[in-house]
């Protein structure tokens, strides 16, 4: 279900809720999160904030080891906390209402009702598809990493064709306008004078980590 908060940046909804049984209370994914107990007893409700206003995240080498992983810092709500721990507490409301209707009896497991809520959301909240950590923008602009062509600056015969090229988060499915990339990428690819051999193609889509050459 999508609904439209009282902060929503425009006419359109922007909230994104996501109902299931089981798993109540759980906050993101951790070693082991996958073999939690489903719990009959649960509802578990996901609200996706879709018009995040927080572009301050980081991805940081830590060496020149492509396999050592990156520093990943979502840094959640550095900016523009008010708007969207407003909207996620508008959802919270719009969901206790929706519940209180149904006249059977429950207990919120979370966000911690015993604290103020919008600390609650922060304690809780967590990120399930990252983009625009490789923005695509204006060839050679030194504020983005490839251009439309998906080419990285500064780089020759590498390009990147995953969610990361998004400027910055398109809504609650990533999935969506991602599904396109491979074919614009390989249009590309395929045009004349642009294939050469030692090309690298990074697709992290449906087959995440593979690396493609031409």
Not at 22 to 41: E, I, K, M
Request: hydrophobic share 35%.
């Amino acid at each position: 279900m999508t609904w439209r908060s009282s902060v929503s940046w425009d006419r359109d909804s922007d909230l994104l809720f996501l109902s299931s049984a089981g798993h109540g209370g759980t906050a993101g994914f951790y070693p082991g999160f996958s073999n939690l107990t489903v719990r009959p007893d649960n509802w578990n409700t996901p609200i996706v904030k879709m018009q995040t206003g927080n572009p301050s995240g980081t991805v940081t080498l830590r060496s020149t080891d492509p396999r050592q992983a990156p520093a990943i810092n979502f840094n959640y709500f550095s900016q523009q906390a008010d708007q969207d721990l407003q909207a996620l507490s508008d959802g919270i409301d719009l969901m206790l209402r929706a519940f209180n209707e149904t006249g059977i009896p429950y207990t919120v497991l979370s966000p911690d009702p015993t604290i103020d809520r919008k600390q609650a959301i922060m304690d809780r909240a967590y990120s399930h598809h990252a983009v625009a950590s490789c923005r695509m923008g204006p060839k050679g602009h030194k504020d983005y990493c490839v251009d439309s062509k998906f080419r990285v600056n500064g780089v020759d015969n590498l390009r990147v064709v995953d969610a990361s090229v998004l400027p910055r988060v398109p809504g609650a499915m990533p999935n969506g306008p991602f599904n396109d990339f491979p074919q614009g990428a390989r249009g590309d690819l395929e045009g004349p004078g642009l294939v050469s051999k030692g090309t690298w193609l990074w697709w992290s889509g449906k087959q995440m980590g593979d690396a493609f050459m031409s």
